[in-house]
């Protein structure tokens, strides 16, 4: 993985897992536990977007590709919909955590270019 991917995607978690340890001192375990599930599946989800695009643009595998799409498709999207479907984890904080990983790779990534420009 890239670097400037890798520390996007770090400097996101810092500020999720906080996020999520400020939830859970509020005595809210389900609504951490479901804002982290969520911040990580769209976590996955952004590295095999990235993986995607570099193995159809920068190595055309057809085999990697196939691959990736295996593992994103079915597994990741059957997989959230078996979570919000169980009900476990209030929605809300599902669609919290993807808001707040969607954010933070956004301004993180933001931050980033911001820099390089410089």
């Keep these: 993985m890239d670097l400037k991917i890798r ?6 978690w810092v500020v999720i897992i906080a996020l999520a340890a400020g939830i859970a001192g509020f005595g809210k375990w389900y609504w951490s536990a479901g804002f982290l599930l969520a911040a990580g599946w769209v976590c996955v989800n952004f590295i095999l977007t990235v993986a995607l695009i570099k ?3 920068i190595r ?3 085999q990697g ?5 295996l593992v994103k498709f079915p597994v ?3 997989g959230g919909f078996y979570v919000l479907g169980m009900k476990v984890f209030p929605v809300a904080s599902v669609l919290a955590g993807i808001t707040a990983m969607f954010g933070m790779l956004f301004i993180t990534g ?9």
């Design 7 to 12: 520390n996007i995607i770090l400097w996101s």
């Design 55 to 57: 193995q159809a643009l």
């Design 60 to 62: 055309r595998s057809k």
């Design 65 to 69: 590709i196939y691959l990736i799409i």
């Design 76 to 78: 990741l999207y059957v």
């Design 110 to 118: 933001v931050q980033k270019l911001w820099t390089l420009q410089r």
